[in-house]
């Protein structure tokens, strides 16, 4: 056999297999609940892609720690970015990283960490974001909408719901099958609306008159499909997904801070960031 027919013969067996769904590339999302009564401890890896930007956030999750860490690849000043933030209630310790304008890390008590969010206005990006909106809440919306059970993905059920502001208009899906304390997603989800659980599914727009739509005036059972449809596939089309829902031990290191070639600054700085458009620097 000639060289060149082996390679011939090795290209139509790979071919082959993609076509039978074989491909290297997961297309399902990775989802191991088990029990959707016990407290989730493991990971959970959510992924953005929208023209040449893709934003991949990862959490580890324990019964009293979390951590959110988000990165970016591609995109004008985005290359290689990272933030992220540790809440570790055994410790009593807050943690927020960032390599945006140099490469940063701050701490707070919890209770410190409590008062700054309710007396700092943020922009509608993540506090550990300054640079992106894809997993971040509103600064001020009215829920205009919900749907309990709206959309399942593998065998996760998620709910709907729908925000608005004068400008903006928020959606997104999350779900009350994830147990983790309300009050530690929170902190690392500024913002979030009351009747929210775990946020896995966020598209922001321009407001386009939503307040006239109610709960049950408005949709049909049927209308309520085809607006999640369209909604689904709108996110979709900007590869808005769930990559991985996986439970297992978390190491406590996850929880710890051991970057060196980050320099420590105080909060103070770290948040002038945002208010200021200052870098992160702390002189």
């Not at 994830?178 to 500024?190: D, G, N, Q, S, Y």
Request: aromatic share 10%; net charge negative; with cysteine.
């Amino acid at each position: 056999m000639t060289q060149k027919l082996r390679y011939l013969l090795i290209l139509v067996a790979l071919c082959t297999l993609n076509s039978c769904g074989f491909s290297s590339e997961t297309k399902s999302p990775i989802i191991e609940l088990s029990d959707t009564n016990e407290p989730f401890v493991g990971k959970i890896v959510l992924e953005n892609i929208e023209d040449n930007t893709k934003t991949e956030v990862t959490f580890h999750i324990d019964v009293n720690s979390i951590r959110r860490e988000q990165t970016h690849q591609g995109g004008e000043g985005l290359l290689g970015d990272k933030a992220g933030i540790i809440v570790n209630y055994d410790k009593d310790q807050v943690i927020l990283y960032n390599t945006s304008g140099g490469a940063k890390w701050t701490e707070y008590t919890i209770e410190e960490y409590k008062n700054t969010l309710a007396k700092v206005t943020f922009p509608y990006a993540s506090i550990v974001t300054p640079y992106d909106y894809t997993y971040s809440f509103l600064n001020d919306y009215t829920a205009i909408v919900a749907k309990e059970n709206a959309l399942e993905i593998e065998s996760l059920q998620l709910d709907y719901k729908l925000y608005s502001n004068l400008s903006l208009r928020q959606e997104n899906f999350d779900t009350d099958e994830i147990k983790v304390k309300r009050e530690m997603i929170a902190l690392v989800f500024p913002n979030m609306p009351k009747d929210v659980h775990f946020p896995l599914l966020f598209k922001i727009s321009k407001n386009t008159g939503d307040n006239n739509l109610k709960n049950e005036t408005n949709l049909s059972e049927k209308g309520w499909k085809d607006k999640i449809t369209q909604v689904l596939n709108e996110l979709t089309t900007t590869a808005n997904k769930v990559k991985s829902i996986q439970r297992g031990e978390v190491h406590p290191s996850l929880f710890e801070f051991k970057e060196e070639d980050f320099i420590k600054t105080r909060p103070e700085y770290f948040f002038n960031s945002y208010n200021n458009g200052s870098s992160w620097g702390d002189d």
